[in-house]
């Protein structure tokens, strides 16, 4: 199976990019994690938001894989606890070769994403960085294929 993090955002600090590959690394043959980074329009100080949003709404739809099953972060979205996300993993295996998860920019993903997403996913109740996001879900789907696999990296 194949995972897709589609971002907004390019340049991250190399702390990010270490994260980051690191559980990707992790994951092992059967799935991947597979970055995408989706430049960020240019803004300028007159440049409306919702105008920005829609541009990286845009190129966000049109850089999930044929065939992906599509899921959104989003502050209003559903919580899951790691078993959870493991269940869904688990499903995904199952039924989807390719998944595609989407991180938009600063204000968030635009109605087009959401409405085009199958699920919508919040990590918490607080607001993260853009950055940290990515490092958080490799290393989600990483501790969730490692319960999957009974690993001992779990330990919950």
Known sequence: MEI???????RMPKWVDDGYADYAKRLG?????ILKEIPSPRKSK??????????????????????AYAVALD????????DAIA?????????HRRV?????GADGLSEDCLSHCRERWSLSAMTFPHALVR???AEQIYRAHSLMN??????A
């Open 4 to 10: 897709y993090l589609l971002a907004i955002g390019t």
């Open 29 to 33: 043959r059967d799935c991947k994690l």
């Open 46 to 67: 007159s440049e409306d938001a919702a105008r920005v949003k829609q541009l990286e709404g845009a190129q966000l739809i049109a850089a999930i894989p044929a065939d």
């Open 75 to 82: 502050e209003r979205g559903k919580s899951h606890s790691t």
């Open 87 to 95: 269940a869904r993993l688990g499903q995904w295996f199952e039924t």
């Open 100 to 104: 595609a998860i989407l991180v938009g």
């Open 135 to 137: 490092v958080i879900i």
């Open 150 to 155: 009974n690993h001992p990296y779990h330990r």
